[in-house]
């Protein structure tokens, strides 16, 4: 692995302006390692972040693993149009870097990631050398088998410039510049690794992108490698520090009260179920906007849901409650008439924050503050709250305090989520 960190860094060291190509740490880089190959990826545009957050891990480890024959190096996919990021006041919401929403040095732990803009300073020609479109097989499956096969395109965003002999596409919001000469399909049915051989027998290409990666399964959930690329996913500091201000504030809440505090180095930290203890207040993910009509079976009206989150206050004696939604803030309001007798929260941000941040930095401080609590309450299905409870159990809290949710007033059973503990 430090081999392929080096590699990593070589590239870091390229980007410099102030680069000598005649440097010992460049010779030493070029003596050691083979030139790295870039995979890229994309992810259906109806994803949301947490999903984007989990395709992130499938590909990681498929990297990681082909980094155990030769170099290759995890392009960053810019975030931008969400669908759920719909503020107007902050700018537009495309190319935004990892390193607005995440630590890239902890990423780097567990794999060697470059940001796409660092990649295009080193493609002068802004070429993507080859685009391969996952899709599934046309005609379905009865049985579920690793198979992949270039196969017709069943939908095909891409589009063709003839004079100039170049695909073109979103890339990320970067339509204008970046290109690539062959694009094609690829049914597939697999786990991520599956598509190790094939990256790595083709040997023409530098920079591979690989769109749909949906598509493409986690190669084992759950497992500890599976579990170092969530914990190597930690927000990034800025993001952190606005969060842990506000439990300061509000919530009397601090890691060394919570004993929530973290290791520098993730490889480093292990934690026991239990170990935390987290601040005096009660966390509830309460999902709206979308789900409110796709899951009207799952999500609770209003009234029910300031019920559900009543009777979790009498029993764990609190005071305080945060709660982190997409609702617009009339239901805010409407759930807060419900809870007079307790303090509500809610994270606003500074127009300041907000401009720099956007809506996917103020969803990171949310979800960091729902992290820290006592006890946490999510959303039937939401990937957001899915986040919030693996950074629990990363953090160290009792399962029983962190995999619960809210339920429709229908549901008379109110099943409870599965539990998927970290394992190291
Ligand atoms: O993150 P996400 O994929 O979770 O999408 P789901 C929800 C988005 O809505 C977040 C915003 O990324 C945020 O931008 N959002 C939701 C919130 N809850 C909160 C919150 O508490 N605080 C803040 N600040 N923002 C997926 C959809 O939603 O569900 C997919 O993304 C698909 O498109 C799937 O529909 C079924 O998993 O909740």
Not at 54 to 67: P, T
Not at 309 to 325: E, N, P, Q, S
């Amino acid at each position: 692995l430090l081999l392929w960190a080096l590699a990593a860094h070589a590239e870091d060291v390229l980007y410099d302006d102030n680069f000598e190509p005649d440097s010992s740490k460049f010779k030493l880089v070029v003596d050691e390692a083979k030139a790295p190959r870039y995979l890229l990826y994309d992810v259906n545009p109806g994803e949301g972040f947490n999903l984007r957050r989990d395709v992130y891990m499938r590909i990681a480890v498929l990297v990681r693993n082909l980094n155990e024959d030769s170099p290759w190096i995890l392009v960053l996919p810019p975030w931008g149009r969400m669908y759920h990021w719909k503020s107007k006041d902050v700018g537009q919401q495309i190319r935004i870097p990892w390193s607005t929403f995440f630590d890239l040095e902890s990423l780097r732990r567990f794999v060697p990631v470059m940001e796409f803009a660092d990649f295009l300073k080193i493609s002068p020609s802004k070429e993507i050398n080859e685009v391969y479109y996952l899709q599934n097989y046309k005609e379905g499956w009865d049985k579920w088998e690793e198979k992949m096969d270039k196969r017709p395109c069943i939908f095909n965003p891409y589009y063709f410039d003839s004079e100039q002999d170049r695909w073109h596409g979103w890339f990320f919001g970067y339509e204008e510049e970046v290109w690539t000469k062959k694009l094609e399909c690829l049914s597939v049915m697999g786990h991520a690794s599956f598509l190790k051989p094939f990256l790595t027998q083709n040997r023409t290409a530098r920079s591979i992108m690989l769109d749909r990666a949906e598509i493409v399964l986690h190669d084992r959930y759950g497992d500890s490698v599976f579990w170092q690329a969530r914990r190597s996913m930690r927000f990034a500091q800025q993001l952190r520090d606005i969060a842990d201000d506000f439990r300061r504030e509000f919530l009397d809440s601090t890691d060394e009260k919570d004993e929530t505090v973290l290791d520098d180095d993730w490889t480093q930290m292990k934690r026991n179920h239990g170990d935390a203890k987290g601040g005096p207040y009660l966390s509830v993910h309460l999902r709206r906007e979308d789900f409110v009509r796709s899951r009207r079976k799952d999500i609770p009206s209003l009234e029910h849901a300031a019920k559900q989150i009543k009777k979790l206050m009498t029993k764990l004696k609190l005071k305080r409650v945060f709660i982190a939604t997409d609702a617009p803030q009339n239901e805010f309001g409407e759930l807060k008439s419900y809870l007079e007798e307790y303090q509500v929260y809610r994270f606003t941000p500074t127009p300041e924050v907000k401009s720099k941040y956007k809506d996917g930095g103020v969803a990171i401080i949310d979800q960091w503050i729902c992290a820290h609590a006592k006890y946490f309450v999510g959303s039937r299905e939401s990937t957001f709250s899915f986040r919030i409870q693996d950074e629990r159990e990363i953090l160290g809290f009792d399962p029983e305090k962190t995999f619960n949710r809210l339920c429709n007033e229908e549901d008379k059973e109110c099943e409870q989520p599965a539990k998927w503990k970290i394992v190291y």
